[in-house]
T-cell receptor, first 112, second 115 residues
Framework: NAGVTQTPKFRILKIGQSMTLQCTQD?????MYWYRQDPGMGLKLIYY???????DKGEVPNGYNVSRSTTEDFPLRLELAAPSQTSVYFC???????????FGPGTRLTVT | AQKVTQAQTEISVVEKEDVTLDCVYE???????LFWYKQPPSGELVFLIR??????QNEISGRYSWNFQKSTSSFNFTITASQVVDSAVYFC????????????FGKGTMLLVSP
């Protein structure tokens, strides 16, 4: 099993551009999550999904959108990128509520 | 107010020393889970342990041990005989029933183990 995979690993965006961060898991987990990690700030939840077709906002959803059309995929869309979105983005999945989350390798995004 | 507080921003030790990383949490739920994750310099997040609110038994796994005390809302992590490979950022996290079981992370403690 590959676990949780994310693409791309690195990306530089200009202000105002858009992009989609891809996340795929092959563990048949229902729950998937997107976090951002800023230096010294821990991880903050952007969006999460409890199953295909169901998504909900986390702590810092502004400027982002998600969709969940399949169990495996949970892409994160950035519209109109801003410097404040410069961060490392992690996707994660878990089997059930309260179970440990497994994280992807992360995407380092710079917006200039 | 922070739900998960890791007051130690950075700890430096010499190899073979024991070190304890503190974690204090805040919740009104009776059902909740606590986690520790490790983030080595390579950047990935590695799951270490999960503990539910009804189980206060301490846990030991090799050189790692965890002390969960509901009376003080703490879930501390001790590394015995630290090694250079233990150098990483360690995160404590809380998952609450009222929070739809999403994880709330502390800000992390950076552990530097020198030879």
């Amino acid at each position: 099993n590959a676990g949780v995979t994310q693409t791309p690993k690195f990306r530089i965006l200009k202000i105002g551009q858009s992009m989609t961060l891809q996340c795929t898991q092959d563990m048949n987990h229902n729950y998937m999550y997107w976090y951002r990690q800023d230096p010294g700030m821990g991880l903050k939840l952007i969006y999460y999904s409890v199953g295909a077709g169901i998504t909900d906002k986390g702590e810092v959803p502004n400027g982002y959108n998600v969709s969940r059309s399949t169990t495996e995929d949970f892409p994160l869309r950035l519209e109109l990128a801003a410097p404040s979105q410069t961060s490392v983005y992690f996707c994660a999945s878990s089997y059930e509520v309260f179970y440990e989350q497994y994280f992807g390798p992360g995407t380092r995004l710079t917006v200039t | 107010a922070q739900k998960v507080t890791q007051a130690q921003t950075e700890i430096s030790v010499v190899e073979k020393e024991d070190v304890t990383l503190d974690c204090v949490y805040e919740t009104r739920d009776t059902t909740y889970y606590l986690f520790w994750y490790k983030q080595p310099p390579s950047g990935e997040l590695v799951f270490l342990i999960r503990r539910n609110s009804f189980d206060e038994q301490n846990e030991i796994s090799g050189r790692y041990s965890w002390n969960f005390q509901k009376s003080t809302s703490s879930f501390n992590f001790t590394i015995t005989a630290s090694q250079v490979v233990d150098s990483a950022v360690y995160f404590c996290a809380l998952s609450e029933e009222s929070g739809y079981s999403t994880l709330t992370f502390g800000k992390g403690t950076m552990l530097l183990v020198s030879p």
